[in-house]
């Protein structure tokens, strides 16, 4: 699993990680920028609630169908023309702040445009990851692809687009139409050809496509368990940060830049995981990254539902921002080891459409249990689902099930090929 020392990410991964980066970095100044703009227009909690629809409704809507697209198309050309389209939007969204023009509704419409793409574009990446990424170097690459997100998009663009949307509102967004044409030009200069069909005139019914990457997935037990417990587990995790700014304040006694270090903690810890990720997993195995993992979820639930220490709640978001990107960088590389090229995307897009599912009930979820239960309901029913779920599911990952997972080349569809170009 350490992989041959000899096998290096070239300089088509560094391209690809410049443009996610970048990416990360201008996507994160929007979110930031985005309900601070609504609020300067109106203080209608709907109107500003409204925001995190537009947000996740692209993920509920495009998830499927986009990774249709990504399996029909060469995935770099799609990746350029979503960033173009993107800056187009933005570059109108800032010309009309500029002069006054900007409502709230066109807002709204161009997040919902470049959300929609993000879809699409984040599908394609991940699929692209191992054709220009030796097959023991995906670890490090997903490492290095999570850590340069988490710095931009959690560390940096915060305070970067809170600062320039003070400067002026339209920054943030023309700042974040340049990112996109930087990465536009990065992805475009990767050599070769990234379709993933090698029979581009052969097409069936979206719908029989989708179709066809759910069962393969269905089939997976190793990649179907990890699939409905990110689904599941986002439920809860999401859940519990819906209602953390409640427990921060009325239980931890802190105030808004203690609430804030939480997140901070948690992003530390992501970036920690990022970095040494690969070499851990290497050292314990994935079997027990896993496994881990799922005490370490379980861990952060308790120490919610039963600390009144902003210092233990704080270590535990840490460790857990660990956990979060060591799972990731397993999950990731998991799914592309396994799964046939020519169904990359569409396999990636149900983990996607599942995830987002599980964010978006819990989201809603989180909130109910809170107010007919108590503010520490929410996190005593994910410890519950956690200790449950490791319980279900600790034998799914035996070590030789996942060692095997490493071992095996990736197998392609029937009448497909086995690389892509």
Do not use: K
Not at 52 to 72: I, Y
Not at 259 to 265: D, E
Not at 333 to 361: D, E, H, K, W, Y
Not at 384 to 390: E, L, Q, W
């Amino acid at each position: 699993m350490a992989g041959n020392a000899g096998e290096r990410l070239d300089g088509r991964f560094a391209r690809l990680w410049a443009a996610s980066t970048m990416s990360a970095l201008g996507s994160g100044m929007a979110v930031v920028a985005a309900p601070l703009y609504v609020a300067s227009r109106t203080d209608d909690p709907l109107i500003v609630s409204a925001g995190a629809a537009v947000a996740w409704l692209p993920w509920l809507l495009f998830s499927l169908p986009g990774g249709v697209l990504v399996d029909r198309l060469d995935r770099r050309r799609l990746m350029v023309v979503i960033d173009w389209v993107r800056v187009a939007v933005l570059v109108v969204l800032a010309a009309a702040m500029v002069t006054g023009r900007a409502g709230v509704a066109l807002l709204y419409a161009v997040l919902f445009v470049v959300n929609t793409g993000e879809v699409v574009f984040r599908t394609a990446a991940q699929a692209v990851v191992p054709a220009v990424v030796p097959r023991s170097r995906l670890e490090r690459a997903n490492g290095w692809l999570g850590g340069g997100t988490q710095v931009m998009q959690n560390m940096v663009a915060g305070p970067l687009g809170g600062f320039l949307f003070v400067v002026a509102a339209a920054i943030p967004f023309g700042v974040n139409a340049g990112t996109y044409a930087l990465s536009a030009v990065l992805v475009g200069l990767l050599a070769g050809s990234y379709r993933g069909s090698p029979e581009p005139g052969r097409r069936r019914s979206v719908r029989a496509e989708v179709a066809e990457g759910f069962r393969w997935l269905l089939s997976q037990r190793l990649l179907r368990t990890m699939t409905l417990l990110i689904g599941m587990l986002n439920v809860t995790l999401t859940a519990a940060l819906a209602v953390l700014v409640l427990l921060a304040t009325q239980r931890l006694g802190l105030g808004s830049v203690g609430y804030g270090a939480l997140f901070t903690c948690m992003a530390v810890g992501g970036l920690l995981g990022s970095a040494v990720g690969d070499r851990l997993v290497a050292t314990i195995t994935a079997t027990w990254t896993i496994r881990v993992g799922l005490l370490i979820e379980a861990g952060l639930h308790l120490a919610l539902a039963a600390s009144r220490s902003a210092v233990v709640v704080g270590v535990a978001l840490f460790v857990f921002g660990v956990h979060s990107a060591l799972w990731n960088m397993v999950a990731n590389s998991l799914r592309q080891r396994l799964t046939p090229p020519a169904l990359m995307g569409r396999v990636g897009s149900t983990t996607l459409f599942i995830a987002a599912g599980g964010n978006c009930v819990g989201a809603l979820l989180g909130g109910v249990v809170a107010a007919r239960f108590g503010i520490t309901a929410p996190y005593w029913v994910g410890f519950a689902v956690a200790v449950v779920v490791i319980a279900l599911t600790w034998r799914v990952f035996d070590r030789a099930t996942v060692a095997t997972a490493y071992g095996e080349p990736r197998v392609a569809a029937p009448g497909t090929p086995a690389s892509v170009g």
